[in-house]
T-cell receptor, first 111, second 113 residues
Framework: QKEVEQNSGPLSVPEGAIASLNCTYS??????FFWYRQYSGKSPELIMF????GDKEDGRFTAQLNKASQYVSLLIRDSQPSDSATYLC???????????FGTGTLLAVQP | DAGITQSPRHKVTETGTPVTLRCHQT?????MYWYRQDPGHGLRLIHY???????DKGEVSDGYSVSRSKTEDFLLTLESATSSQTSVYFC????????????FGSGTRLTVV
């Protein structure tokens, strides 16, 4: 079992719809959770982080965390073609808070 | 780009040769990381540093070494490059404070032939 699991996709949604990206993790000791966006050929960029159970909203993005179920999700409202990218889930591990990444979900927003 | 630069951006090298990649930051961050990214494997941690001369191994450290003689520079060396080390290499720095997400450099695309 991988430490951080994501469906590789592609997840295809029409423009204006809600995109839902999911991530599960295996280490119950993980404290912090991050979502990165990576365009093809570019480096990952941080879009959301969440530490507490529940929802955290930032513009069109909402991160959801359920530590009991070891589940993190990212919702993108009013999806735009410019949101088409790979979304990477990352969780911290250990005392030095190393980031462990999932393999990413490819999102394709259709105009 | 958020004060972190990687060099070179692209490199082609021959099997068996040593290769050094450089990561330079201007933000005086204590923590620096080297990852490699491969299709189907995502980003995997090679080595990291938590201060000058303080480094530790990540999950895929075999065949790699690192050095950090100054806060701003973190070097990754492939001691004897192999084709399996063909990859995109990313350096990252860790922010401090409540948001300690990583900021990544632009990456180095390394091809070992």
């Amino acid at each position: 079992q991988k430490e951080v699991e994501q469906n590789s996709g592609p997840l295809s949604v029409p423009e204006g719809a809600i995109a839902s990206l999911n991530c599960t993790y295996s280490d119950r000791g993980s404290q912090s959770f991050f979502w990165y966006r990576q365009y093809s050929g570019k480096s990952p960029e941080l879009i959301m982080f969440i530490y507490s159970n529940g929802d955290k909203e930032d513009g069109r993005f909402t991160a959801q965390l359920n530590k009991a179920s070891q589940y993190v999700s990212l919702l993108i409202r009013d999806s735009q073609p410019s949101d088409s990218a790979t979304y990477l889930c990352a969780v911290t591990r250990g005392a030095t808070n190393k980031l462990i990444f999932g393999t990413g979900t490819l999102l394709a927003v259709q105009p | 780009d958020a004060g972190i630069t990687q060099s070179p951006r692209h490199k082609v090298t021959e099997t068996g040769t040593p290769v050094t990649l450089r990561c330079h930051q201007t933000e005086n961050h204590r923590y620096m990381y080297w990852y490699r990214q491969d299709p189907g494997h995502g980003l995997r941690l090679i080595h990291y540093s938590y201060g000058v001369k303080d480094t530790d191994k990540g999950e895929v450290s075999d065949g790699y070494s690192v050095s950090r003689s100054k806060t701003e520079d973190f070097l990754l060396t492939l001691e004897s490059a192999t084709s399996s080390q063909t990859s995109v290499y990313f350096c990252a720095i860790r922010s401090t404070g409540l948001n300690y997400g990583y900021t990544f450099g632009s990456g180095t695309r390394l091809t070992v032939v």
